[in-house]
C-alpha cells in the first residue's frame, strides 16, 4: 500500500488519517471532503477538531520537518541527528483525483440517524454513504480495497458491493470492514495505542489478502496480536455491540445513582467497591448526568432498528432501556436543580459549565447540556450563562441558534436568556446557581495534579536509558519518546510547554487578516482556559446560597462547602 484516500474528514476521518501518514512516512495519505471550509481549516493552525496531541501529529505528517541535531542530557550521553521528513499528509476537496490515486479507500462519512421516513428514529441514514460510495465507484482504480470506516448497519458491505458492480461491473474491488474504536477526547491516543484494530472481509482468498495487506499498514505501529481478523458481519455488528455495550454500563451504574440518592449509598464507593472485581473492571462504572455525543445513542437506534427487523422485540427493547435511562438520569438531574431553586427560576441567573458531550473535544453532537438548557428555558431564568473551554463564543451561540428553537430561546438578547461566556467567571459572576455539564479537568475541585502524556500509555515509552535513541532508523514512535525524554528534563515552565522540544516543526503559515478563529482565541480576556478554574473566586461572586449542581461527579462537595457552597451530586 503506497497511497491511501480517507473519504470524509471529520472527527474520525481526520484524526485517524492523521495517525496513520504519521506512522507510515512512506505512504501518501489524502483526506477529501466535499465541505471546502472544513478542508481549509485542516491545511491551516486552526484544524476543525480539537484533539489533545492533534495539532502535534498534524504538523510532523502535514508539513514535513527540518533535519535537527539533539542533544541528550550531560555531553557524555551523546546526540542524536533527526533526518528532515517529507510531507506525507494532504487535505484536498478534490474527491474523484484522490479517490482514483488510492490502493485502499477508507469511507468515513457520517452516518446519522434518519429522522424521516421508513424506519424514523432508529435506522441509519446512509445518504451520505451511498453518495460517497457512488464517488468512490466511479473514480477508483481496479484492485483498489474499499474500507468501510463509519460505523454502518450490519450488512452494509453487501450495498458497498452492489454500489460498485452497478458503476464498474466486472473491475475487482476487495470490500473491508475496518470499524474505529477511538473515543473523541482521547483519540490520538486510542490511535497510537489501540486495544484492537478490527479487520473484516470476505473469507474468500482475495478477501483475506487484502485484509493482511491493510493489516501490515497498522503493524507499522500495532502489535500483530492487537490486529483481529473476522468475516464482515462480525465487523459490522461488533462495533455496534461495544457502542451499546459501553452505555450499557453508564446507564446500569446511573440507575444505582438513582437508588443512592434515595438511601444512605455513595455512589462513587459502590462503583469502586464493584470495579474492584476482575470479571466487571472499575471503568466505565463513573454516575454522571449520562452520555451524549454522535455515537452511543445513534448506534443503539441501530442495533434496536435490526432487532426489531429480524422480529427479535425483546432484544430490542432491552436496548431502549439503556436509551430510557439515560433521559430518565438527564431529567432526574434537571428536576433537582429546579426543585432546589424552590421551582421559582424567574429572575435567577443560571451558570452552565461545559457545553460540549465530553471533556477534551470540541464537539456539541447530542450533548446532554442542549437538552438541560431547553428544560430549564421553560421555567423562565433571567439568564442561562455557558461557557466551555473546547468551544468558543461564536461557536456556542451558532449551535443554540441551532438546536433551541427561538420560540424556546425568548429572544431578549441576541439569544434569548441564554448567552455564551468566554471564561467561567464571567459566567458564573452573579449567578444563583452552576451546573457543572461536562467532565473537564479544568472544572475539578480540588484542582488535578499532572496531567498523562498523550503520547504515552502506562508508562510503555516512558524510556531513561538516552542510549536507545542512538541506534539507526528511529521510528516516529522513537522520535516521540525522544521528546518525552527531552520534556522529563525540562528546568522551566517555558521548557515544558514547548511543543516542539525536538526543533524539528516548521513555523505555521500565518492566517489572514481577520481571521475569525484568531480573534476568537483570543477572547478569554487574559484566563487561561487550559488552568483549574478558581472556585474561590467563584464563590465570592455568586449569589446565596451559592448552589453548585456536580452533573459529573467531579468536585468534592466537603471541601466546596468550605469554600461556602451547597453542592448536589448525582447519587452521593
Ligand atoms: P463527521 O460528521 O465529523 O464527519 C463526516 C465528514 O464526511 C463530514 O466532514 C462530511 O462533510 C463528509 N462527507 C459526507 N458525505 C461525503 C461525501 N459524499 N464525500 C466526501 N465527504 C463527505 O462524522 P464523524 O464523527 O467523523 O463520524 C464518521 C463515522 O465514524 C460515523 O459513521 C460515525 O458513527 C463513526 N465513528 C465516529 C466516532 C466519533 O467519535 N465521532 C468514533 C467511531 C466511529
Same mark, same amino acid.
Given at each position: 500500500?503506497?497511497?491511501?484516500?480517507?473519504?470524509?474528514?471529520?472527527?474520525?476521518?481526520?484524526?485517524?488519517?492523521?495517525?496513520?501518514?504519521?506512522?507510515?512516512?512512506?505512504?501518501?495519505?489524502?483526506?477529501?471532503?466535499?465541505?471546502?471550509?472544513?478542508?481549509?481549516?485542516?491545511?491551516?493552525?486552526?484544524?476543525?477538531?480539537?484533539?489533545?496531541?492533534?495539532?502535534?501529529?498534524?504538523?510532523?505528517?502535514?508539513?514535513?520537518?527540518?533535519?535537527?541535531?539533539?542533544?541528550?542530557?550531560?555531553?557524555?550521553?551523546?546526540?542524536?541527528?533527526?533526518?528532515?521528513?517529507?510531507?506525507?499528509?494532504?487535505?484536498?476537496?478534490?474527491?474523484?483525483?484522490?479517490?482514483?490515486?488510492?490502493?485502499?479507500?477508507?469511507?468515513?462519512?457520517?452516518?446519522?440517524?434518519?429522522?424521516?421516513?421508513?424506519?424514523?428514529?432508529? !435506522?441509519?441514514?446512509?445518504?451520505?454513504?451511498? @453518495?460517497?460510495? =457512488?464517488?468512490? /465507484?466511479?473514480?477508483?482504480?481496479? &484492485? $483498489?480495497? #474499499?474500507?468501510?470506516?463509519?460505523?454502518?448497519?450490519?450488512?452494509?458491505?453487501?450495498?458497498?458491493?452492489?454500489?460498485?458492480?452497478?458503476?464498474?461491473?466486472?473491475?475487482?474491488?476487495?470490500?473491508?470492514?475496518?470499524?474505529?474504536?477511538?473515543?473523541?477526547?482521547?483519540?490520538?491516543?486510542?490511535?497510537?495505542?489501540?486495544?484492537?484494530?478490527?479487520?473484516?472481509?470476505?473469507?474468500?482468498?482475495?478477501?483475506?489478502?487484502?485484509?493482511?495487506?491493510?493489516?501490515?499498514?497498522?503493524?507499522?505501529?500495532?502489535?500483530?496480536?492487537?490486529?483481529?481478523?473476522?468475516?464482515?458481519?462480525?465487523?459490522?455488528?461488533?462495533?455496534?455491540?461495544?457502542? !451499546?455495550?459501553?452505555?450499557?454500563?453508564?446507564? @446500569?451504574?446511573? =440507575?444505582?445513582? /438513582?437508588?443512592?440518592?434515595?438511601? &444512605? $449509598?455513595? #455512589?462513587?464507593?459502590?462503583?469502586?467497591?464493584?470495579?474492584?472485581?476482575?470479571?466487571?473492571?472499575?471503568?466505565?462504572?463513573?454516575?454522571?448526568?449520562?452520555?451524549?455525543?454522535?455515537?452511543?445513542?445513534?448506534?443503539?437506534?441501530?442495533?434496536?432498528?435490526?432487532?426489531?427487523?429480524?422480529?427479535?422485540?425483546?432484544?430490542?427493547?432491552?436496548?431502549?432501556?439503556?436509551?430510557?435511562?439515560?433521559?430518565?438520569?438527564?431529567?432526574?438531574?434537571?428536576?433537582?436543580?429546579?426543585?432546589?431553586?424552590?421551582?421559582?427560576?424567574?429572575?435567577?441567573?443560571?451558570?452552565?459549565?461545559?457545553?460540549?458531550?465530553?471533556?477534551?473535544?470540541?464537539?456539541?453532537?447530542?450533548?446532554?447540556?442542549?437538552?438541560?438548557?431547553?428544560?430549564?428555558?421553560?421555567?423562565?431564568?433571567?439568564?442561562?450563562?455557558?461557557?466551555?473551554?473546547?468551544?468558543?463564543?461564536?461557536?456556542?451561540?451558532?449551535?443554540?441558534?441551532?438546536?433551541?428553537?427561538?420560540?424556546?430561546?425568548?429572544?431578549?438578547?441576541?439569544?434569548?436568556?441564554?448567552?455564551?461566556?468566554?471564561?467561567?467567571?464571567?459566567?458564573?459572576?452573579?449567578?444563583?446557581?452552576?451546573?457543572?455539564?461536562?467532565?473537564?479537568?479544568?472544572?475539578?475541585?480540588?484542582?488535578?495534579?499532572?496531567?498523562?502524556?498523550?503520547?504515552?500509555?502506562?508508562?510503555?515509552?516512558?524510556?531513561?536509558?538516552?542510549?536507545?535513541?542512538?541506534?539507526?532508523?528511529?521510528?516516529?514512535?522513537?522520535?516521540?519518546?525522544?521528546?518525552?525524554?527531552?520534556?522529563?528534563?525540562?528546568?522551566?515552565?517555558?521548557?515544558?510547554?514547548?511543543?516542539?522540544?525536538?526543533?524539528?516543526?516548521?513555523?505555521?503559515?500565518?492566517?489572514?487578516?481577520?481571521?475569525?478563529?484568531?480573534?476568537?482565541?483570543?477572547?478569554?480576556?487574559?484566563?487561561?482556559?487550559?488552568?483549574?478554574?478558581?472556585?474561590?473566586?467563584?464563590?465570592?461572586?455568586?449569589?446565596?446560597?451559592?448552589?453548585?449542581?456536580?452533573?459529573?461527579?467531579?468536585?468534592?462537595?466537603?471541601?466546596?462547602?468550605?469554600?461556602?457552597?451547597?453542592?448536589?451530586?448525582?447519587?452521593?
Amino acid at each position: 500500500v503506497k497511497n491511501i484516500c480517507c473519504v470524509g474528514a471529520g472527527y474520525v476521518g481526520g484524526p485517524t488519517a492523521a495517525v496513520i501518514a504519521f506512522q507510515c512516512p512512506d505512504i501518501r495519505v489524502t483526506v477529501v471532503d466535499l465541505d471546502q471550509a472544513r478542508i481549509d481549516r485542516w491545511n491551516s493552525k486552526h484544524l476543525p477538531v480539537h484533539e489533545p496531541g492533534l495539532i502535534d501529529i498534524v504538523r510532523v505528517a502535514r508539513d514535513g520537518t527540518k533535519p535537527s541535531t539533539v542533544m541528550l542530557g550531560n555531553e557524555d550521553a551523546g546526540k542524536v541527528e533527526l533526518p528532515a521528513r517529507q510531507p506525507n499528509l494532504f487535505f484536498s476537496a478534490n474527491v474523484s483525483e484522490c479517490v482514483a490515486a488510492a490502493d485502499v479507500v477508507f469511507v468515513s462519512v457520517n452516518t446519522p440517524t434518519k429522522v424521516s421516513g421508513i424506519g424514523a428514529g432508529a !435506522a441509519t441514514n446512509l445518504v451520505a454513504l451511498e @453518495s460517497a460510495t =457512488t464517488a468512490v /465507484a466511479k473514480a477508483a482504480k481496479p &484492485g $483498489a480495497m #474499499i474500507v468501510e470506516k463509519s460505523t454502518v448497519p450490519c450488512g452494509t458491505a453487501r450495498t458497498i458491493r452492489e454500489i460498485l458492480t452497478l458503476h464498474r461491473p466486472g473491475v475487482p474491488f476487495e470490500i473491508l470492514s475496518n470499524p474505529e474504536f477511538l473515543a473523541e477526547g482521547t483519540a490520538i491516543k486510542d490511535l497510537l495505542y489501540p486495544d484492537r484494530i478490527l479487520i473484516g472481509s470476505s473469507q474468500t482468498e482475495t478477501g483475506q489478502a487484502a485484509a493482511a495487506a491493510l493489516k501490515n499498514v497498522y503493524a507499522t505501529w500495532v502489535k500483530p496480536s492487537k490486529i483481529v481478523t473476522v468475516n464482515l458481519w462480525s465487523s459490522e455488528l461488533s462495533k455496534l455491540v461495544a457502542n !451499546a455495550m459501553l452505555a450499557q454500563r453508564i446507564s @446500569s451504574i446511573n =440507575t444505582i445513582s /438513582a437508588v443512592c440518592d434515595h438511601t &444512605g $449509598a455513595d #455512589i462513587d464507593e459502590v462503583a469502586k467497591a464493584i470495579g474492584l472485581d476482575q470479571r466487571l473492571g472499575g471503568r466505565f462504572l463513573k454516575a454522571g448526568l449520562g452520555f451524549g455525543g454522535s455515537c452511543f445513542k445513534k448506534d443503539i437506534l441501530s442495533l434496536v432498528y435490526l432487532a426489531r427487523s429480524l422480529h427479535l422485540p425483546e432484544v430490542g427493547e432491552y436496548w431502549m432501556s439503556v436509551l430510557h435511562i439515560n433521559d430518565f438520569q438527564r431529567d432526574r438531574f434537571v428536576n433537582k436543580v429546579v426543585s432546589k431553586l424552590h421551582n421559582a427560576l424567574m429572575g435567577k441567573k443560571i451558570a452552565i459549565l461545559g457545553y460540549t458531550f465530553k471533556q477534551d473535544t470540541n464537539d456539541t453532537r447530542e450533548s446532554p447540556a442542549i437538552e438541560v438548557i431547553k428544560t430549564l428555558l421553560a421555567e423562565c431564568p433571567a439568564e442561562i450563562a455557558i461557557f466551555d473551554p473546547g468551544c468558543n463564543v461564536a461557536e456556542i451561540r451558532e449551535n443554540i441558534d441551532r438546536n433551541v428553537p427561538t420560540s424556546e430561546a425568548k429572544p431578549l438578547k441576541p439569544l434569548g436568556p441564554v448567552e455564551a461566556y468566554s471564561n467561567s467567571y464571567d459566567a458564573c459572576f452573579n449567578a444563583s446557581a452552576v451546573l457543572i455539564l461536562t467532565p473537564w479537568d479544568q472544572f475539578k475541585y480540588p484542582a488535578m495534579t499532572q496531567k498523562d502524556s498523550v503520547f504515552r500509555k502506562g508508562g510503555d515509552r516512558t524510556i531513561s536509558d538516552a542510549q536507545v535513541f542512538t541506534k539507526p532508523d528511529l521510528t516516529e514512535m522513537d522520535i516521540i519518546a525522544l521528546g518525552e525524554y527531552q520534556k522529563a528534563k525540562a528546568t522551566s515552565h517555558v521548557q515544558l510547554a514547548n511543543p516542539d522540544p525536538l526543533n524539528r516543526l516548521f513555523e505555521q503559515s500565518e492566517c489572514a487578516v481577520g481571521c475569525m478563529y484568531c480573534e476568537t482565541a483570543q477572547q478569554a480576556d487574559g484566563v487561561k482556559l487550559s488552568e483549574p478554574v478558581d472556585w474561590a473566586r467563584i464563590a465570592y461572586n455568586m449569589r446565596e446560597p451559592k448552589w453548585v449542581f456536580d452533573g459529573r461527579n467531579i468536585v468534592d462537595s466537603k471541601e466546596m462547602e468550605l469554600l461556602g457552597f451547597r453542592v448536589e451530586s448525582m447519587g452521593k
